[in-house]
């Protein structure tokens, strides 16, 4: 009985494998760029939340990729909510791929996965712990979104999706609908007259990276300090060891 109970764990896990090898074949082949601009956006992959792998390159069969900046208890991402889901209703059909992007490590796919229900976020959230991607994105707020074009690969509009966010405005509908000019814009085949606009959503607070060890900053200090003293001939300042 137990002989038989590992033959068919054996066999599921052997299909699940099948299965996943065979999903990522049907996915569209990976298009770099033969002669990028000096902007490009460089390749990347990341996870959402179901375990679904995204990479850039793979969606070169949408016309536009829209990625939005967001982490849980957020307000603003809340409150902007809505706002996409309506764009991705009349975009998706046009060829343009919505995802959102979650730079904080402690969001897990659980928390994620609850207030996105909660909100009616219908796209795909990718999880960045690393940060890499969504500094690569030039995103310092949440509730901001980048379009990207995939004839060039840059990033045509990044910013708020209206302006129902700013000081000074109400909760209700916004009068400047940014983030929809923009798409219009990419998909018409025109360059996005305010293609940078500043967001108002929670500040992403980026790890800062290690600095560089090198012989000038640290190590050429530890030898002076600790090492020449006794490994050095008196008069000479060079160490011997």
């Known amino acids: 009985m137990k002989g038989r109970q590992k033959l068919l764990l054996v066999i599921v896990v052997a299909l699940g494998l099948a299965w996943g090898f065979y999903s990522r074949l049907s996915q569209p082949v990976a298009t770099f760029p033969r002669n990028p601009p000096a902007n490009a956006l460089p390749n990347f ?49 046009e060829g343009v791929q919505f995802l959102g992007i979650n730079p904080v490590e402690s ?42 074009d995939t004839s060039t690969w840059t990033i045509a509009y990044r910013g708020p999706i209206d302006d129902r966010l700013e000081f000074g405005m109400s909760k209700g509908e916004g009068r400047n609908f940014y983030l929809k000019e923009a798409l219009e814009a990419v998909l018409g085949g025109r360059k996005v007259e305010k293609s940078v606009l500043r967001g108002r959503g929670c500040a992403i607070s980026y790890r800062r990276d290690p600095q560089p060890v090198t012989y000038a900053s640290e190590i050429g200090k530890i030898i002076r300090d600790r090492c020449v003293s006794c490994h050095s001939v008196p008069g000479d300042t060079k160490p011997n060891f």
């Open 45 to 93: 992959e990341l996870f959402d939340t179901e375990g679904n792998a995204h990479e850039l390159y793979r969606m070169a069969d949408k016309r536009a990729i829209v990625i939005f900046s967001q982490f849980n208890s957020c307000p603003g991402v809340q409150k902007s909510a809505g706002a996409l889901a309506e764009l991705e209703k009349q975009f998706s059909a």
């Open 107 to 148: 969001d897990t796919r659980e928390k994620i996965r609850e207030e996105a229900q909660a909100y009616g976020m219908t796209w795909p959230i990718m999880r960045d712990p690393s940060q890499q991607v969504s500094k690569q994105l030039g995103f310092v707020s949440t509730a901001e979104a980048a379009v990207i």
